[in-house]
């Protein structure tokens, strides 16, 4: 099921008088309600990450890792596109396709982005803002994760 659709779904639950809406398509089935408690168990990832232990070091952060370290989209005119699922990044709608959009291109809210394939379902990835894509942060083909920043935009 494409995730545009999903996102449609929610804005017509939010907007109507309905409390709860189901939709089947092809074997797949999304339940949205509102206005109700959850009655599920609810998890939150834990990324557990030891960290070492050091007994007399004394560690100093150099300015240069520092500077490295900060994201570009920190600048006010940044627009970054994140990825809404975990799947696989393509930049075309088949390999031998040009790619949706380059550095340098200009885009306006819903110009799709790419594609973000998860269980062989194309999620086309829409641009939010208009503005011009100033890097592409993902190399085709390239797994990623949901969150995972795909491209800066400069609005």
């Known amino acids: 099921m494409d995730i ?4 449609k779904l929610v804005k017509v639950l939010e907007e109507s008088k309905l409390s709860e809406l189901e939709v089947e398509q092809e074997g797949l089935k999304v339940k949205l309600s509102k206005g109700t408690a959850f009655k599920g168990e609810t998890f939150a990832p834990h990324h557990f990450v030891p960290q ?3 007994h007399g070091i004394e560690l100093k952060e150099s300015n240069e890792v520092k500077d ?3 994201p570009a989209a920190q600048a006010k005119d940044l627009h970054e596109v994140k990825s809404p699922i975990v799947g696989s990044f393509y930049r075309a709608p088949s390999p031998d396709a040009e790619p949706y959009v380059r550095v340098g291109d200009r885009v306006s809210t819903g110009t799709v982005l790419c594609i973000v394939e998860a269980m062989k379902l194309m999620n086309e990835i829409i641009s939010e803002v208009d503005g011009e894509i100033v890097k592409i942060l993902v190399e085709n083909g390239q797994p990623v ?4 920043p795909l491209f800066l935009v400069k609005i």
């Open 145 to 148: 994760e949901y969150n995972q």
């Open 52 to 54: 070492p232990q050091f």
């Open 4 to 7: 545009n659709l999903v996102k």
């Open 68 to 70: 490295k370290a900060e």
